[in-house]
């Protein structure tokens, strides 16, 4: 497979607020919007800045504490930026079966971070998620638009040596299924 950058990872400056505007326009005064707001928020910004959440308040009619509230009782939203890569490792049923906690342990180790946490040249981050869909594939992780299956821990250094030159420079030699 030809790994090409599509690395969902050119986020707006958290200083711009067009994007931000652009979404709550759409949504305009419509009530009980907040959680698509903020996940469009995220989308763009990739992450939840307190000043986005701010202005989400501010522009959208809600009190800060409920932006704040949402954001952090759903674990589908982040509080602090992530890498250029977000590692999001499967472990719904599935893929837990198939060994997803030891493909998390591989990919810690090999980066040095835990999980939840972004590495310090802010390349990669790594998050577990439910499952993606993709349970035949099992286990599985997805590295910015790339999903990679049946891993086996051993195979983990492989595909994270494809992302981890400068940005967009990943290696063209693919060994996972898409
Ligand atoms: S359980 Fe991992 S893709 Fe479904």
Known sequence: MEHECTCSTKFADVDDLRP???IIE???SEKGALIPLLQEAQDAYGYLDEKIMREIAKRAGYQFSQVFGVATFFAQFRLKPIGEYLIKVCHGTACHVAG????TDEVANQLGIKEGETTPDNKFTLESVMCLGAC?????MVVGDDTHGKLKPTS???VLKHYAGPSGSQA???DDAE
Do not use: C
């Not at 035949?136 to 599985?140: C, Q, R, S, T």
């Open 100 to 103: 997803a906690t030891q493909i």
């Open 136 to 140: 035949a594939l099992a286990p599985i």
């Open 20 to 22: 931000l505007e652009e």
């Open 26 to 28: 759409r949504y305009g």
């Open 156 to 158: 983990i250094k492989k």
């Open 172 to 174: 063209s030699e693919g």
